[in-house]
T-cell receptor, first 111, second 110 residues
Framework: QKEVEQDPGPLSVPEGAIVSLNCTYSNSAFQYFMWYRQYSRKGPELLMYTYSSGNKEDGRFTAQVDKSSKYISLFIRDSQPSDSATYLCAILTDSWGKLQFGAGTQVVVTP | DSGVTQTPKHLITATGQRVTLRCSPRSGDLSVYWYQQSLDQGLQFLIQYYNGEERAKGNILERFSAQQFPDLHSELNLSSLELGDSALYFC?????????FGPGTRLTVL
């Protein structure tokens, strides 16, 4: 069983819609969770990071962690064509910085 | 721009060869992390250095090695290259929970 599971998509939405992305993880001891955005042929860009459970909001982006279900989510409000990218969830699996990534979900926002 | 630089952008080489990938972290960052991204394996952690010392190791092959120099730049050495080593190689710097990735080196092994 993989430590992090993420549906690779693609996920196609019309401009202005809410994009909902999620990952599940296997180890309840994990505490730090991140979301990265990766445009084609570019390096991953850190969008948000959260600690433990709860919500975190940054502009149009909201990250949620539900530790009881081992489920993390990213919501993008008022989606734009420029949001078209692959979104990767990541979990910090040790104190030094070993990140375990999900497979990434490709998102396409159509005008 | 994350502030992390990687050279070269592209590398094309033959099986059995050896290559060196270079990474310069963001100013002030002591940690460097190396990742490999391939279509079948996704983005995988290889190794981490902190201020010149190896701190964490992931799924790094024995044919691969890395080091971090006193000026904090890092090099990833890949030897006896195989077709399956073709991938994007990223380095990142920053804290454990806030890693900033460079633009990557695309390695093609023919």
């Amino acid at each position: 069983q993989k430590e992090v599971e993420q549906d690779p998509g693609p996920l196609s939405v019309p401009e202005g819609a809410i994009v909902s992305l999620n990952c599940t993880y296997s180890n309840s001891a994990f505490q730090y969770f991140m979301w990265y955005r990766q445009y084609s042929r570019k390096g991953p860009e850190l969008l948000m990071y959260t600690y433990s459970s709860g919500n975190k909001e940054d502009g149009r982006f909201t990250a949620q962690v539900d530790k009881s279900s081992k489920y993390i989510s990213l919501f993008i409000r008022d989606s734009q064509p420029s949001d078209s990218a692959t979104y990767l969830c990541a979990i910090l699996t040790d104190s030094w910085g070993k990140l375990q990534f999900g497979a990434g979900t490709q998102v396409v926002v159509t005008p | 721009d994350s502030g992390v630089t990687q050279t070269p952008k592209h590398l094309i080489t033959a099986t059995g060869q050896r290559v060196t990938l270079r990474c310069s972290p963001r100013s002030g960052d002591l940690s460097v992390y190396w990742y490999q991204q391939s279509l079948d394996q996704g983005l995988q952690f290889l190794i981490q250095y902190y201020n010149g010392e190896e701190r964490a190791k992931g799924n790094i092959l024995e044919r691969f090695s890395a080091q971090q120099f006193p000026d904090l730049h890092s090099e990833l050495n890949l030897s006896s290259l195989e077709l399956g080593d073709s991938a994007l190689y990223f380095c990142a710097s920053g804290g454990a929970d806030t890693q900033y990735f460079g633009p990557g080196t695309r390695l093609t092994v023919l």
